[in-house]
């Protein structure tokens, strides 16, 4: 499939757009004051050892704001471990975040996730580790002590002595040429991952390539030798170059730079690296801003949107919470099938679906468990033909999935790798006014909440007049439709009740007598529980205790299996 990279440099930060088809498939984004770490070399302090968690907390310096996370996997031993890596084959593909390809080996071995993390590290002691995971939300980043230096054609894994070939290049043939080459040319007691881009390359530039990152390595110990403290020895290449050296390929039909100086640098890097791909590295001279010319602004908005509609009439809605995304796909006006059988409406739109759900999950990065909410089908030739179309679609993403068959209900369970925030993490934060949880209490609730305070505070009140202050649109309810209870409240009281709307406030912001709504609650909490029943005493008849009694079950929408399961 032919694709177009589109890199849009001008200004404070970097933004890269992958187009397939005409349509936007991946989006990247670096920021000049907020550079992502992954791939990374640090020299970092051990501060805490956790046997309980079988990890540690590792300081990166000063530049790095929390404490990194490394799993005792990923602890590269005394040496120990190397008779199980020695002239053994792996099969990872290496396009997948290559900066990991070392560690994904490492962790995959049982024996070194059975050592104890207290005999292998301790407090203030200098370990040298790679960022495998940017730091996300309020979690640190990963890091691992088996690094990875990716290249054009390879990843070089210097703790590794494994050599591996990415599982996309289909021929045997070329398979044992490019293993018996970098087995050749690789320096002794260290691996390396031939990716896919090495297919058909020659075997002077597979060499280039493995000698430019073994003399990368050498430069990297050199400088970890002459450092004492902790802090940054080796920083990956930023996105401009990144792109060219990850995203470059055969099919790419060019890259559209509309930063000179940034076109010059990528075009140097790609005539060292790349000379036979060099043309296809141009500079935008258009006067339109280059996000624009090519219609890619629209669909970076759709890409942070809830609902994402289908070309037939569907749509999907996508829900991200912390740990799991749920993406639901929804008929709507989709009737694209000419049959009048509701079976293969369904299934025709749930194949449309497929497409789209593998396109925004690369295109949003989402990451870790995903749950799919096919619409229900009744045939299960019909959920096995959604289904293979689902892998098929999933085939052209670079992170790994790994996708349970279509069930009953019409779920697909599925988790995709995560190494950086989503797309919404990355360019959206939480609501100021809900503080991320999607609503707010509807105005008659907060009416009735301070019409509540008034008759609690009522009598508590020393001056002649209760004054409440609140959002216009509340102040509104209370002024006219529930005066007659304010009137009520000023006659048990003997107190005027005055109501001041204040612009600006949010909805659920109200001042009651001088108190406000946050310091309300804030006392209402202090005043509550501390804890359970006391031995002796029972639960109330409305706690839920640890049963289910107090669980509501997911509704179904009157088909099959599902209607069966609500009943």
């Known amino acids: 499939m032919q694709n177009t990279l589109v890199v849009n440099a001008e200004g404070p930060e970097i933004r890269v757009a992958v187009i397939e088809d005409g349509r936007l498939a991946e989006f990247f984004v670096e920021r000049k004051q907020d550079r992502g770490i992954v791939g990374n070399i640090y020299r970092g302090k051990v501060t805490r050892v956790l046997p309980g968690m079988q990890a540690a907390f590792v300081d990166l310096g000063s530049k790095v704001e929390r404490a990194a996370f490394l799993y005792v996997a990923d602890v590269l031993g005394s040496g120990e471990e190397k008779k199980l890596f020695e002239d053994a084959e792996t099969e990872d593909p290496g396009d997948d975040a290559p900066e990991g390809a070392a560690s994904r080996i490492a962790r995959s071995r049982k024996q070194l996730a059975n050592r104890k993390i207290e005999e292998l590290l301790k407090p203030g002691q200098s370990v040298l580790v790679q960022v495998v995971k940017d730091p996300i939300g309020a979690k640190g980043a990963r890091v691992t002590g088996y690094l990875s230096l990716p290249g054009r054609y390879s990843v070089f894994m210097p703790h590794v002595a494994q050599i591996g070939v990415s599982r996309r290049i289909g021929s045997d043939k070329e398979r044992r040429r490019l ?5 050749e040319v690789r320096p002794k007691g260290s691996g390396f991952i031939v990716r896919t881009a090495a297919e058909d390359a020659s075997d002077q530039e597979l060499r280039d390539d493995v000698d430019f990152l073994a003399r990368l390595w050498n430069e990297i110990d050199r400088r970890q030798d002459q450092m004492s403290g902790a802090g940054l020895i080796y920083a990956d290449l930023d996105l401009a170059l990144r792109v060219v050296r990850d995203l470059l390929r055969e099919d790419t039909s060019e890259v559209v730079i509309d930063d000179p100086e940034q076109h010059d640098r990528v075009k140097k890097f790609t005539l060292a690296f790349l000379p036979r791909l060099a ?6 001279e258009g006067r339109r ?15 942070v949107a809830r609902r994402v509609p289908l070309r037939s009439g569907g749509s999907l809605v996508i829900d991200q919470g912390e740990a799991l995304t749920a993406i639901d796909i929804n008929t709507g ?13 369904v299934t025709a739109n749930n194949l449309e679906a497929c497409d789209e759900v593998a396109r925004q999950l690369r295109l949003r990065n989402i990451g870790g468990i995903i749950v799919v909410d096919f619409v229900d089908m009744d045939k299960e030739g019909n959920r096995r033909k959604v289904w293979d179309a689902f892998q098929k679609a999933l085939a052209r993403d670079r992170s790994r999935t790994n996708v349970t068959k279509i069930s009953e209900l019409g779920l697909v369970e599925m988790t995709r790798k995560r190494t950086r925030e989503s797309l919404v993490q990355l360019l959206t934060e939480p609501c100021p006014t809900c503080e991320g949880a999607g609503v707010v209490k509807s105005v008659t609730t907060v009416a009735y909440e301070i019409l509540r305070e008034v008759r609690r505070s009522g009598t508590l009140v020393d001056n002649e007049k209760i004054e409440i202050e609140c959002a216009p649109r509340v102040a509104e309810l209370l002024s006219k439709e529930e005066r ?3 009137d009520h409240l000023e006659k048990r009281f003997q107190k005027l009740i005055t109501v001041v709307g204040q612009k600006g406030w949010k909805p659920d912001q109200f001042r009651v007598a001088g108190k406000m709504s946050t310091d309300l609650a804030a006392e209402a909490a202090a005043e509550g529980p501390k ?20 669980r509501r079950r997911r509704g179904g929408r009157g088909r099959g299996n599902r209607a069966n399961a609500n009943a």
């Open 333 to 345: 006006s989709f009737t694209n099938t000419g049959s009048g059988n509701l079976e293969d409406t």
């Open 484 to 486: 007659d209870y304010l």
């Open 289 to 303: 801003p280059i996000f624009d010319q090519f219609h890619i602004e629209p669909e970076l908005r759709l890409a």
């Open 531 to 550: 804890s359970g029943p006391k031995n002796g005493q029972p639960r109330s008849a409305g706690s839920s205790g640890g049963g289910r009694s107090g």
């Open 279 to 284: 043309e296809r590295i141009k500079k935008y």
């Open 179 to 183: 293993r018996d080459l970098v087995n």
